[in-house]
Protein backbone atom coordinates (compact mmCIF):
# COMPACT_ATOMS: atom_id res chain seq x y z
CA UNK A 1 0.00 0.00 0.00
CA UNK A 2 2.76 2.12 1.08
CA UNK A 3 4.94 1.39 -2.41
CA UNK A 4 1.80 2.77 -4.44
CA UNK A 5 0.80 5.35 -2.75
CA UNK A 6 4.64 6.30 -3.32
CA UNK A 7 4.38 5.46 -6.67
CA UNK A 8 1.33 7.67 -7.30
CA UNK A 9 2.82 10.56 -5.80
CA UNK A 10 6.30 10.00 -7.87
CA UNK A 11 4.01 10.01 -11.03
CA UNK A 12 2.44 13.14 -9.66
CA UNK A 13 5.96 15.35 -8.92
CA UNK A 14 7.23 13.57 -12.29
CA UNK A 15 4.28 14.93 -13.92
CA UNK A 16 5.11 17.86 -12.74
CA UNK A 17 8.57 18.22 -13.47
CA UNK A 18 8.22 17.47 -17.00
CA UNK A 19 5.51 19.62 -17.95
CA UNK A 20 7.48 22.52 -17.12
CA UNK A 21 8.82 21.54 -20.31
CA UNK A 22 6.87 20.04 -22.53
CA UNK A 23 3.10 20.51 -23.54
CA UNK A 24 0.97 17.60 -22.46
CA UNK A 25 -1.91 15.54 -23.25
CA UNK A 26 -3.55 13.82 -20.01
CA UNK A 27 -6.87 12.12 -20.02
CA UNK A 28 -8.29 11.47 -16.60
CA UNK A 29 -11.47 9.43 -14.82
CA UNK A 30 -10.95 6.89 -18.32
CA UNK A 31 -12.09 3.34 -18.86
CA UNK A 32 -9.24 1.76 -20.13
CA UNK A 33 -8.78 -1.00 -22.29
CA UNK A 34 -6.55 -3.98 -22.37
CA UNK A 35 -7.43 -5.44 -25.97
CA UNK A 36 -5.34 -8.52 -25.08
CA UNK A 37 -7.36 -9.68 -22.37
CA UNK A 38 -10.44 -7.57 -22.41
CA UNK A 39 -9.91 -6.45 -18.85
CA UNK A 40 -10.98 -2.39 -18.48
CA UNK A 41 -9.54 -0.28 -15.82
CA UNK A 42 -11.85 2.01 -14.63
CA UNK A 43 -10.30 5.96 -13.41
CA UNK A 44 -7.39 5.95 -15.18
CA UNK A 45 -5.28 8.92 -15.79
CA UNK A 46 -3.22 8.30 -19.05
CA UNK A 47 -0.37 10.95 -19.75
CA UNK A 48 0.74 11.92 -23.38
CA UNK A 49 3.82 13.86 -24.56
CA UNK A 50 5.75 14.15 -27.48
CA UNK A 51 3.50 11.71 -29.28
CA UNK A 52 3.68 9.06 -27.15
CA UNK A 53 2.14 7.55 -23.92
CA UNK A 54 4.59 7.85 -21.19
CA UNK A 55 2.42 7.18 -17.92
CA UNK A 56 -0.91 5.48 -17.25
CA UNK A 57 -1.83 5.69 -13.46
CA UNK A 58 -4.53 5.50 -10.99
CA UNK A 59 -4.01 8.54 -9.84
CA UNK A 60 -2.08 11.76 -10.89
CA UNK A 61 -1.43 14.97 -9.40
CA UNK A 62 -2.37 17.21 -12.30
CA UNK A 63 -0.85 20.54 -12.53
CA UNK A 64 -2.51 23.68 -14.15
CA UNK A 65 -0.59 24.80 -16.95
CA UNK A 66 -1.14 26.41 -20.21
CA UNK A 67 0.96 23.52 -22.13
CA UNK A 68 -1.18 20.88 -20.44
CA UNK A 69 -4.28 19.79 -21.86
CA UNK A 70 -6.76 17.85 -19.36
CA UNK A 71 -9.43 16.06 -20.84
CA UNK A 72 -12.37 14.34 -18.36
CA UNK A 73 -12.40 11.27 -19.36
CA UNK A 74 -15.26 10.24 -17.15
CA UNK A 75 -17.34 7.36 -18.40
CA UNK A 76 -15.62 6.74 -21.52
CA UNK A 77 -13.86 3.79 -23.35
CA UNK A 78 -10.47 4.39 -24.34
CA UNK A 79 -8.91 2.07 -27.06
CA UNK A 80 -5.90 1.48 -29.28
CA UNK A 81 -6.46 3.22 -32.20
CA UNK A 82 -8.11 1.18 -35.19
CA UNK A 83 -6.46 0.04 -37.97
CA UNK A 84 -7.77 -0.78 -41.30
CA UNK A 85 -5.59 -3.67 -43.06
CA UNK A 86 -6.69 -3.77 -46.63
CA UNK A 87 -7.06 -0.04 -48.66
CA UNK A 88 -6.25 1.73 -51.27
CA UNK A 89 -5.98 4.97 -50.66
CA UNK A 90 -3.92 6.35 -54.01
CA UNK A 91 -5.25 3.93 -56.73
CA UNK A 92 -3.37 5.28 -59.89
CA UNK A 93 -6.36 5.35 -62.78
CA UNK A 94 -8.65 7.80 -60.07
CA UNK A 95 -6.76 8.37 -57.00
CA UNK A 96 -8.99 9.99 -54.28
CA UNK A 97 -8.18 13.66 -53.09
CA UNK A 98 -5.14 13.35 -50.13
CA UNK A 99 -8.07 15.51 -47.51
CA UNK A 100 -10.53 13.61 -48.38
CA UNK A 101 -9.80 10.13 -48.10
CA UNK A 102 -7.17 10.67 -45.26
CA UNK A 103 -9.57 12.40 -42.61
CA UNK A 104 -12.26 10.17 -43.49
CA UNK A 105 -9.81 7.62 -41.40
CA UNK A 106 -9.23 9.49 -39.12
CA UNK A 107 -12.43 10.60 -37.83
CA UNK A 108 -13.37 7.45 -37.71
CA UNK A 109 -10.73 6.41 -35.03
CA UNK A 110 -8.57 4.87 -37.85
CA UNK A 111 -5.08 5.82 -36.93
CA UNK A 112 -3.16 3.29 -39.21
CA UNK A 113 -3.84 1.85 -42.56
CA UNK A 114 -2.05 -1.35 -44.42
CA UNK A 115 -2.40 0.33 -48.19
CA UNK A 116 -2.84 -3.10 -50.09
CA UNK A 117 -1.38 -1.13 -53.72
CA UNK A 118 -1.60 2.17 -55.67
CA UNK A 119 0.40 4.63 -57.48
CA UNK A 120 3.77 3.98 -56.11
CA UNK A 121 5.15 7.47 -56.74
CA UNK A 122 2.05 8.83 -55.06
CA UNK A 123 1.62 6.28 -52.23
CA UNK A 124 5.09 7.11 -51.13
CA UNK A 125 4.98 11.17 -51.35
CA UNK A 126 1.72 10.64 -49.21
CA UNK A 127 2.95 8.61 -46.78
CA UNK A 128 6.14 10.75 -46.37
CA UNK A 129 3.71 13.86 -46.39
CA UNK A 130 1.93 12.11 -43.10
CA UNK A 131 5.58 11.43 -41.40
CA UNK A 132 6.27 14.88 -41.92
CA UNK A 133 3.35 16.23 -40.40
CA UNK A 134 2.18 17.77 -43.33
CA UNK A 135 -0.88 16.11 -44.19
CA UNK A 136 -3.34 15.22 -41.75
CA UNK A 137 -4.14 11.03 -41.86
CA UNK A 138 -3.05 7.84 -40.18
CA UNK A 139 0.01 6.00 -40.35
CA UNK A 140 0.78 4.20 -43.56
CA UNK A 141 2.06 0.45 -44.08
CA UNK A 142 2.14 -0.07 -47.76
CA UNK A 143 2.62 -2.54 -50.45
CA UNK A 144 5.04 -1.82 -53.40
CA UNK A 145 3.79 -2.16 -57.04
CA UNK A 146 1.68 -5.41 -57.58
CA UNK A 147 3.34 -8.24 -58.52
CA UNK A 148 0.95 -9.40 -61.54
CA UNK A 149 0.79 -10.66 -65.32
CA UNK A 150 -0.11 -8.02 -67.60
CA UNK A 151 2.24 -4.64 -68.53
CA UNK A 152 3.72 -2.72 -66.22
CA UNK A 153 2.04 0.43 -64.90
CA UNK A 154 2.44 3.17 -62.12
CA UNK A 155 0.87 0.34 -59.65
CA UNK A 156 2.05 -2.81 -61.41
CA UNK A 157 5.50 -4.71 -62.42
CA UNK A 158 4.84 -7.87 -64.51
CA UNK A 159 6.09 -11.32 -63.08
CA UNK A 160 6.01 -13.71 -66.53
CA UNK A 161 8.60 -15.87 -65.21
CA UNK A 162 10.81 -16.28 -62.55
CA UNK A 163 13.93 -14.49 -63.25
CA UNK A 164 11.43 -11.16 -63.48
CA UNK A 165 9.61 -11.97 -60.23
CA UNK A 166 12.95 -11.97 -58.29
CA UNK A 167 13.80 -8.77 -59.55
CA UNK A 168 10.66 -7.50 -58.53
CA UNK A 169 11.01 -8.57 -55.15
CA UNK A 170 14.42 -7.09 -55.10
CA UNK A 171 13.14 -3.45 -56.15
CA UNK A 172 9.74 -3.31 -54.04
CA UNK A 173 12.51 -4.50 -50.95
CA UNK A 174 15.09 -0.98 -52.25
CA UNK A 175 12.31 0.97 -52.88
CA UNK A 176 11.45 1.03 -48.98
CA UNK A 177 8.20 -0.25 -49.51
CA UNK A 178 6.81 -2.45 -46.26
CA UNK A 179 5.66 -5.68 -48.42
CA UNK A 180 4.85 -7.16 -51.94
CA UNK A 181 1.35 -7.59 -53.09
CA UNK A 182 0.54 -10.40 -55.25
CA UNK A 183 -2.22 -10.66 -57.65
CA UNK A 184 -4.17 -13.24 -58.68
CA UNK A 185 -2.99 -13.85 -62.18
CA UNK A 186 0.98 -14.30 -60.96
CA UNK A 187 2.26 -17.44 -62.72
CA UNK A 188 3.02 -20.67 -60.71
CA UNK A 189 6.54 -20.58 -61.19
CA UNK A 190 6.80 -16.99 -61.03
CA UNK A 191 5.15 -17.45 -57.74
CA UNK A 192 7.39 -19.87 -56.01
CA UNK A 193 10.52 -17.34 -56.83
CA UNK A 194 8.47 -14.20 -55.24
CA UNK A 195 8.41 -16.68 -52.04
CA UNK A 196 11.58 -17.92 -51.96
CA UNK A 197 13.44 -14.35 -52.67
CA UNK A 198 10.98 -12.72 -50.62
CA UNK A 199 12.21 -15.08 -47.99
CA UNK A 200 15.41 -14.32 -48.24
CA UNK A 201 15.30 -11.23 -48.48
CA UNK A 202 13.40 -10.98 -45.56
CA UNK A 203 10.63 -9.09 -46.42
CA UNK A 204 6.71 -10.50 -46.62
CA UNK A 205 4.27 -10.97 -49.27
CA UNK A 206 0.83 -10.90 -49.27
CA UNK A 207 -2.30 -10.57 -51.24
CA UNK A 208 -4.13 -13.09 -53.30
CA UNK A 209 -3.96 -16.50 -53.84
CA UNK A 210 -3.18 -16.17 -57.41
CA UNK A 211 -5.84 -18.79 -59.33
CA UNK A 212 -2.29 -21.35 -60.63
CA UNK A 213 -1.67 -22.06 -56.86
CA UNK A 214 -3.77 -23.87 -53.67
CA UNK A 215 -4.20 -22.17 -51.12
CA UNK A 216 -2.23 -24.79 -48.85
CA UNK A 217 0.58 -24.20 -51.06
CA UNK A 218 0.28 -20.48 -50.23
CA UNK A 219 0.11 -21.24 -46.95
CA UNK A 220 3.10 -23.80 -47.02
CA UNK A 221 5.08 -20.83 -49.23
CA UNK A 222 4.70 -18.57 -46.42
CA UNK A 223 2.39 -16.03 -47.76
CA UNK A 224 1.49 -14.34 -44.61
CA UNK A 225 -2.07 -12.72 -45.27
CA UNK A 226 -4.24 -13.79 -47.88
CA UNK A 227 -6.89 -11.27 -49.02
CA UNK A 228 -11.00 -11.81 -49.72
CA UNK A 229 -10.80 -15.55 -48.51
CA UNK A 230 -9.33 -15.94 -52.07
CA UNK A 231 -8.90 -19.53 -52.79
CA UNK A 232 -9.78 -21.29 -49.62
CA UNK A 233 -13.58 -22.36 -50.78
CA UNK A 234 -11.95 -24.30 -53.91
CA UNK A 235 -9.40 -25.75 -51.62
CA UNK A 236 -11.92 -27.15 -49.72
CA UNK A 237 -13.83 -28.46 -52.52
CA UNK A 238 -13.86 -32.06 -53.43
CA UNK A 239 -13.47 -31.06 -57.12
CA UNK A 240 -10.56 -28.62 -56.63
CA UNK A 241 -8.29 -30.08 -59.22
CA UNK A 242 -10.30 -30.26 -61.76
CA UNK A 243 -11.91 -26.69 -61.35
CA UNK A 244 -8.68 -25.36 -61.09
CA UNK A 245 -7.93 -26.66 -64.48
CA UNK A 246 -11.33 -25.58 -65.69
CA UNK A 247 -10.52 -22.12 -64.16
CA UNK A 248 -7.08 -21.82 -65.67
CA UNK A 249 -8.72 -22.66 -69.09
CA UNK A 250 -11.78 -20.73 -69.21
CA UNK A 251 -8.84 -17.56 -68.00
CA UNK A 252 -6.69 -18.21 -70.72
CA UNK A 253 -9.33 -17.76 -73.15
CA UNK A 254 -10.74 -15.26 -71.49
CA UNK A 255 -13.97 -16.57 -70.99
CA UNK A 256 -15.50 -14.91 -67.97
CA UNK A 257 -18.88 -16.35 -67.93
CA UNK A 258 -17.55 -20.15 -67.74
CA UNK A 259 -14.88 -19.17 -65.09
CA UNK A 260 -17.78 -17.53 -63.39
CA UNK A 261 -20.34 -20.41 -63.57
CA UNK A 262 -17.59 -22.77 -62.17
CA UNK A 263 -18.17 -20.75 -58.73
CA UNK A 264 -21.29 -22.32 -58.36
CA UNK A 265 -19.51 -25.36 -58.70
CA UNK A 266 -16.96 -25.12 -55.99
CA UNK A 267 -19.66 -23.89 -53.70
CA UNK A 268 -21.78 -27.08 -54.30
CA UNK A 269 -18.97 -29.46 -53.49
CA UNK A 270 -17.44 -28.29 -50.09
CA UNK A 271 -15.76 -31.00 -47.76
CA UNK A 272 -15.97 -30.35 -44.36
CA UNK A 273 -12.42 -32.48 -43.47
CA UNK A 274 -10.39 -30.97 -46.21
CA UNK A 275 -11.37 -27.56 -44.84
CA UNK A 276 -10.32 -28.64 -41.40
CA UNK A 277 -6.69 -29.74 -42.45
CA UNK A 278 -6.54 -26.34 -44.77
CA UNK A 279 -7.49 -24.26 -41.57
CA UNK A 280 -4.71 -26.48 -39.73
CA UNK A 281 -2.28 -25.18 -41.96
CA UNK A 282 -3.00 -21.40 -42.04
CA UNK A 283 -2.80 -21.71 -37.93
CA UNK A 284 0.35 -24.01 -38.16
CA UNK A 285 1.76 -21.38 -40.95
CA UNK A 286 0.76 -18.77 -39.09
CA UNK A 287 -1.30 -17.54 -42.57
CA UNK A 288 -3.64 -14.17 -41.49
CA UNK A 289 -6.82 -14.41 -42.95
CA UNK A 290 -8.43 -10.43 -44.35
CA UNK A 291 -12.05 -11.50 -45.71
CA UNK A 292 -12.50 -8.00 -46.20
CA UNK A 293 -16.35 -9.50 -45.52
CA UNK A 294 -17.70 -5.51 -46.22
CA UNK A 295 -16.40 -5.64 -49.51
CA UNK A 296 -17.90 -8.59 -50.61
CA UNK A 297 -21.28 -7.32 -48.78
CA UNK A 298 -21.30 -4.59 -50.74
CA UNK A 299 -20.55 -6.39 -54.22
CA UNK A 300 -23.65 -8.49 -53.35
CA UNK A 301 -25.66 -5.47 -52.94
CA UNK A 302 -24.88 -3.95 -56.33
CA UNK A 303 -28.39 -4.26 -57.26
CA UNK A 304 -30.26 -2.89 -54.12
CA UNK A 305 -31.57 0.57 -54.82
CA UNK A 306 -31.61 1.88 -51.32
CA UNK A 307 -27.45 1.51 -51.78
CA UNK A 308 -27.20 4.78 -53.69
CA UNK A 309 -29.33 6.76 -50.69
CA UNK A 310 -26.53 5.73 -47.88
CA UNK A 311 -25.74 9.23 -46.52
CA UNK A 312 -22.04 8.54 -46.48
CA UNK A 313 -22.18 9.32 -50.44
CA UNK A 314 -21.94 12.37 -49.92
CA UNK A 315 -17.66 11.98 -49.01
CA UNK A 316 -17.23 10.47 -51.62
CA UNK A 317 -15.47 12.65 -54.72
CA UNK A 318 -18.23 13.74 -57.12
CA UNK A 319 -16.70 12.52 -60.40
CA UNK A 320 -15.85 9.70 -58.56
CA UNK A 321 -19.26 9.66 -57.32
CA UNK A 322 -20.45 9.51 -61.06
CA UNK A 323 -18.74 6.01 -61.41
CA UNK A 324 -20.69 4.47 -59.05
CA UNK A 325 -24.09 5.01 -61.04
CA UNK A 326 -26.37 2.09 -60.11
CA UNK A 327 -26.61 1.75 -64.19
CA UNK A 328 -23.22 1.41 -64.83
CA UNK A 329 -22.55 -0.69 -61.44
CA UNK A 330 -25.98 -3.21 -62.08
CA UNK A 331 -24.72 -6.71 -62.34
CA UNK A 332 -26.32 -9.69 -64.76
CA UNK A 333 -28.95 -11.60 -62.74
CA UNK A 334 -26.77 -14.85 -62.31
CA UNK A 335 -23.89 -12.41 -61.05
CA UNK A 336 -26.11 -11.16 -58.51
CA UNK A 337 -26.92 -14.28 -57.63
CA UNK A 338 -24.25 -15.98 -57.07
CA UNK A 339 -22.35 -12.56 -55.70
CA UNK A 340 -24.95 -12.81 -52.51
CA UNK A 341 -24.58 -17.04 -52.15
CA UNK A 342 -20.65 -15.93 -51.88
CA UNK A 343 -20.93 -14.03 -49.52
CA UNK A 344 -23.31 -15.24 -47.42
CA UNK A 345 -20.96 -18.45 -47.57
CA UNK A 346 -18.19 -16.11 -46.79
CA UNK A 347 -19.72 -15.45 -43.47
CA UNK A 348 -19.92 -19.45 -42.42
CA UNK A 349 -16.73 -19.58 -44.42
CA UNK A 350 -14.90 -16.98 -41.59
CA UNK A 351 -17.34 -19.33 -38.70
CA UNK A 352 -15.67 -22.18 -39.64
CA UNK A 353 -11.94 -21.06 -39.83
CA UNK A 354 -12.72 -18.91 -36.47
CA UNK A 355 -13.45 -22.33 -34.70
CA UNK A 356 -10.10 -24.12 -35.81
CA UNK A 357 -8.34 -21.08 -34.41
CA UNK A 358 -7.21 -18.99 -37.80
CA UNK A 359 -6.09 -15.89 -37.03
CA UNK A 360 -7.78 -12.68 -38.79
CA UNK A 361 -7.49 -9.30 -39.62
CA UNK A 362 -9.92 -6.61 -40.06
CA UNK A 363 -9.84 -4.91 -44.02
CA UNK A 364 -12.33 -3.26 -46.06
CA UNK A 365 -10.97 -2.63 -49.58
CA UNK A 366 -12.48 0.74 -49.84
CA UNK A 367 -12.24 3.04 -51.10
CA UNK A 368 -13.91 0.26 -53.73
CA UNK A 369 -17.45 1.09 -55.10
CA UNK A 370 -19.67 1.53 -51.69
CA UNK A 371 -16.83 0.71 -49.43
CA UNK A 372 -16.35 4.03 -47.74
CA UNK A 373 -13.43 4.91 -46.75
CA UNK A 374 -13.02 4.88 -42.56
CA UNK A 375 -16.93 3.98 -41.96
CA UNK A 376 -16.33 0.63 -43.81
CA UNK A 377 -14.03 -0.51 -41.15
CA UNK A 378 -16.64 -0.41 -38.54
CA UNK A 379 -19.10 -1.88 -40.81
CA UNK A 380 -15.83 -5.24 -40.73
CA UNK A 381 -16.11 -5.05 -37.70
CA UNK A 382 -19.33 -5.93 -37.11
CA UNK A 383 -19.54 -8.58 -39.89
CA UNK A 384 -16.92 -10.57 -38.12
CA UNK A 385 -19.21 -9.94 -34.85
CA UNK A 386 -22.00 -12.01 -37.06
CA UNK A 387 -19.71 -14.42 -38.22
CA UNK A 388 -18.60 -15.90 -34.77
CA UNK A 389 -16.15 -13.73 -33.11
CA UNK A 390 -16.87 -11.99 -29.81
CA UNK A 391 -17.47 -8.07 -29.56
CA UNK A 392 -13.37 -8.64 -27.91
CA UNK A 393 -11.99 -10.94 -30.93
CA UNK A 394 -13.54 -8.48 -33.64
CA UNK A 395 -11.78 -5.47 -31.99
CA UNK A 396 -8.54 -7.45 -31.76
CA UNK A 397 -8.30 -7.76 -35.54
CA UNK A 398 -8.26 -3.63 -35.93
CA UNK A 399 -5.94 -3.11 -33.04
CA UNK A 400 -3.56 -6.09 -31.28
CA UNK A 401 -3.65 -8.35 -34.63
CA UNK A 402 -2.32 -5.74 -37.13
CA UNK A 403 0.38 -4.79 -34.78
CA UNK A 404 1.61 -8.65 -34.18
CA UNK A 405 1.09 -9.21 -37.75
CA UNK A 406 3.30 -5.80 -38.85
CA UNK A 407 5.79 -6.74 -36.18
CA UNK A 408 4.96 -3.79 -34.60
CA UNK A 409 4.10 -4.68 -31.26
CA UNK A 410 6.12 -2.16 -29.51
CA UNK A 411 4.72 0.46 -31.03
CA UNK A 412 1.30 0.31 -31.56
CA UNK A 413 -2.00 -2.09 -30.70
CA UNK A 414 -2.12 -1.83 -27.26
CA UNK A 415 -2.35 0.90 -24.71
CA UNK A 416 1.05 0.70 -22.57
CA UNK A 417 3.68 3.44 -21.62
CA UNK A 418 6.34 3.97 -24.28
CA UNK A 419 3.31 3.38 -27.27
CA UNK A 420 2.92 5.47 -30.04
CA UNK A 421 -0.41 7.66 -28.39
CA UNK A 422 -2.84 6.40 -30.78
CA UNK A 423 -5.77 6.35 -29.24
CA UNK A 424 -9.86 6.06 -29.39
CA UNK A 425 -12.49 7.76 -26.95
CA UNK A 426 -15.43 5.77 -27.16
CA UNK A 427 -19.16 6.88 -25.23
CA UNK A 428 -19.79 3.23 -24.89
CA UNK A 429 -18.14 0.06 -24.32
CA UNK A 430 -17.32 -1.89 -27.60
CA UNK A 431 -17.48 -5.33 -25.77
CA UNK A 432 -21.13 -5.24 -25.15
CA UNK A 433 -22.18 -4.03 -28.40
CA UNK A 434 -19.30 -3.65 -31.40
CA UNK A 435 -21.64 -0.93 -32.81
CA UNK A 436 -20.14 1.23 -30.18
CA UNK A 437 -16.95 1.89 -31.63
CA UNK A 438 -18.15 4.34 -33.77
CA UNK A 439 -19.51 6.33 -30.92
CA UNK A 440 -16.17 8.18 -31.43
CA UNK A 441 -15.99 11.08 -28.85
CA UNK A 442 -12.25 11.88 -29.42
CA UNK A 443 -9.34 10.42 -31.60
CA UNK A 444 -5.43 11.28 -30.39
CA UNK A 445 -3.39 10.04 -33.36
CA UNK A 446 0.27 10.38 -32.65
CA UNK A 447 -0.56 12.44 -29.79
CA UNK A 448 -2.48 14.91 -31.18
CA UNK A 449 -5.89 15.41 -29.66
CA UNK A 450 -9.09 15.60 -31.99
CA UNK A 451 -11.92 16.00 -30.08
CA UNK A 452 -16.01 15.50 -31.36
CA UNK A 453 -15.87 18.59 -32.45
CA UNK A 454 -12.74 18.92 -34.29
CA UNK A 455 -13.65 15.34 -35.91
CA UNK A 456 -17.10 16.48 -37.12
CA UNK A 457 -15.53 19.55 -38.95
CA UNK A 458 -13.07 17.58 -40.18
CA UNK A 459 -15.92 15.48 -41.78
CA UNK A 460 -17.68 18.59 -42.64
CA UNK A 461 -14.60 19.58 -44.57
CA UNK A 462 -13.71 16.21 -46.62
CA UNK A 463 -17.73 16.63 -47.47
CA UNK A 464 -17.35 20.10 -48.82
CA UNK A 465 -14.20 18.95 -50.89
CA UNK A 466 -15.83 15.72 -52.43
CA UNK A 467 -18.81 18.04 -53.87
CA UNK A 468 -16.31 20.23 -55.61
CA UNK A 469 -14.51 17.24 -57.00
ZN1 LIG B 1 -7.69 -4.77 -52.49
Known amino acids: MRALFLGLCLFGLLLHSRVQRHSALVLTHANVMDVRSGRIVAGMTVLIEDGKITHIAKLALVPQSRDVTVVNASGKFLIPGLWDMHVHSA ?65 TIPVPNPEEARRAVDSVKADGFDFVKILSNVPRESYFAIADEATKQNITFAG ?24 ILLACSTQEEEIRKAELEALAVRNYSAFTKLGSAILGSY ?12 TAHSTWQVPTLVWTMANSNLDHPELFNDPRLKYVPASIRKGWDPTKQKPAPEQAALAKSEAERDIQLVHDMHRHGVQFLAGSDGPDPFVFPGFSLHDELELLVRSGLTPLQALQTATFNPALFMQKLDRYGIIEQGHVADLVLLDANPLIDIRNTRKISAVVLGGRYFPRVELDKMLRDAEDRAAKE
Open 91 to 155: FADAPWDEKVIYPLYVANGITGIRDMGGDEKLLKERRAAIRDGRLLGPHMFIAGPFLAAGKADAQ
Open 208 to 231: HVPYSISAEEAANAGQRSIEHLTG
Open 271 to 282: RPDKAKALFFDF
